[in-house]
């Protein structure tokens, strides 16, 4: 297991509703990505935290934001939930550009 | 822009045989390359990566990788496959040359099956 902890594991919501998703990252590593995976693909790249700033941005909308905290910890937040938004979020952490770890995931599910 | 095509879907073999998870990139500069493996309803665990240096890379779990700068491919490869093998394979790719950004590219996923 890696020490990327993510929070909480599932979550239910409505069209509409906003929700935040929570990442810690591993000790000693100061690089937070956001990764989506939808049902049956591979993880598309969100966006990424260097130093509290965004350091990369994949093809998402505005509504997806995100924060990175001085602990290195963050939160991606995606407001107007639509359908299409349903998939496992996956948050890695790596030192600069080295390999990335991955936590568990929380498990969005928009109804 | 840089892409990672998976090939095969599924891939299934008996358990002892060699097995091989394909991967073929592309990037505009020199890769960083990745393998991931996932089991259910989990993340995403790092196998191993290629940066530079020997073609042959090793990593854990007795699984190996090849680069192939020619064939821009990057397959996966274990000599004995395990029935705890089994679980979804992800390959990744990294431009060296990205500025700022340390995006993954992933595919879309390649099954193992091995067949007890």
């Known amino acids: 297991e890696t020490g990327v902890t993510q929070s909480p594991t599932h979550l239910i919501k409505t069209r509409g509703q906003q929700v935040t998703l929570r990442c810690s990252s591993q000790s000693g590593h100061n690089t937070v990505s956001w990764y989506q995976q939808a049902l049956g693909q591979g993880p598309q790249f969100i966006f990424q935290y260097y130093r509290e700033e965004e350091n990369g941005r994949g093809n998402f909308p505005p509504r997806f934001s995100g924060l990175q905290f001085p602990n290195y910890s963050s939160e991606l937040n995606v407001n107007a939930l639509e359908l299409d938004d349903s998939a496992l979020y996956l948050c890695?952490?790596?030192?600069?550009?080295?390999?990335?770890?991955f936590g568990p995931g929380t498990r969005l599910t928009v109804l | 822009a840089q892409s990672v095509a998976q090939p095969e879907d599924q891939v299934n073999v008996a358990e002892g045989n060699p097995l091989t998870v394909k991967c073929t990139y592309s990037v505009s500069g020199n890769p960083y390359l990745f393998w991931y493996v996932q089991y259910p309803n989990r993340g995403l665990q790092f196998l191993l990566k290629?940066?530079?240096?020997?073609?042959l890379v090793k990593g854990s779990y007795g699984f190996e990788a090849e680069f192939n700068k020619s064939q821009t491919s990057f397959h996966l490869k274990k000599p004995s496959a395990l029935v705890s093998d089994s679980a979804l394979y992800f390959c990744a790719v990294r431009d060296q040359a990205g500025a700022g950004s340390y995006q993954l590219t992933f595919g879309k996923g390649t099954k193992l099956s091995v067949i007890p």
């Open positions: 290629y940066i530079t240096g020997d073609n």
């Open positions: 890695a952490s790596s030192l600069y550009s080295n390999e990335q770890f």
